[in-house]
């Protein structure tokens, strides 16, 4: 009796051993988040040269940084599989390359600076502030945005963004479809997000009418490939800028009144 229940027990722990080689087969985030920033400067790199070379470049500069970090294309795509479909564990290793680039997570104070001497600016987005669109999958998101209290006729909105994308070949781009739904009408913008780096989107405000609701959806544009295209947003805002109101000039004073 003894044998087969020594066999049971080795199996299991085998069973649990090849488990934990499974859940393992991946880089952790900080790992991840290095290897990412890396390839987004290549990309970049890649990107300032001449269009005929352009792919040449992104290639070479690929392979150049999978060998500093000892890895394959296979080890790179089972990675990314892994955190594609860990979408909260893939923002979390978004956030290790903002850090990275020098540029918080959760705050951009730069956004204010030189509205606030001329009125008054208010950030009022309250979507995610990070969204991750893998192509072939999860590949549009979509934020809805009550305005009731918050935007009145006369003010000015700017929707603010960072793109980033993960993958050498294909037009790296988004549409956004932005619906602004007024007490008495609707309209609509449609707007393409492209390239990567900071994007900023004015959202033009009816002067005498009174804006309830924006609802905006992101759909990524990427052509199926066996290769994960990720393409990242970031540092979301929608800033509400109020020109500075004039004080009332007083009613004009007549002699009487002085006396």
């Known amino acids: 009796m003894r044998k087969p229940s020594l066999l049971l027990v080795v199996l299991f722990i085998l069973s649990l051993l090849c488990a934990c080689n499974k859940d393992t ?8 988040a290095d290897l990412l920033y890396d390839l987004h400067l290549a990309q970049a790199v890649a990107d300032q040269q001449a269009s005929d070379s352009a792919a ?18 296979e080890e790179l795509a089972q990675s990314l599989s892994y955190y594609t479909g860990h979408t909260d ?8 390359i903002s850090l990275r680039h020098g540029q918080s997570a959760d705050g951009d104070d730069y956004l204010f600076q030189g509205f606030g001497a001329g009125g008054d600016t208010l950030d009022i987005w309250h979507g995610a502030s990070h969204v991750l ?13 009550p305005t009731d209290t918050l935007v009145r006729a006369g003010d000015r909105l700017e929707w603010h963004l960072t793109t980033e ?25 449609t707007p393409q997000i492209s390239g990567t780096g900071r994007q900023v989107i004015p959202l033009p ?22 290769k ?8 979301i ?3 509400r800028i109020r020109p500075k109101q004039e004080a009332e000039k007083p009613d004009s004073v007549t002699q009487d009144t002085i006396q």
């Open 25 to 32: 087969e991946h880089l952790g985030e900080s790992r991840m």
């Open 56 to 73: 040449y470049y992104a290639d070479a500069l690929r392979a150049a940084v999978l060998q500093k970090h000892g890895l394959t294309e």
């Open 89 to 96: 564990k893939m923002l979390e290793v978004y956030k290790l």
């Open 133 to 145: 669109l893998l192509a072939g999958g999860q590949n549009q998101a979509t934020f809805s945005l």
């Open 165 to 189: 994308a993960l993958y050498p070949e294909g037009e790296r781009n988004a549409y956004a479809h932005i619906r602004m739904t007024y007490a008495d009408s609707t309209a609509t913008l």
């Open 205 to 226: 405000v009816s002067s005498t009418r009174k804006l309830k609701h924006i609802r905006i959806s992101i759909l990524q544009n990427a052509t199926w490939s066996p």
């Open 228 to 235: 994960p295209k990720l393409l990242h947003l970031s540092r």
């Open 237 to 239: 805002h929608l800033l």
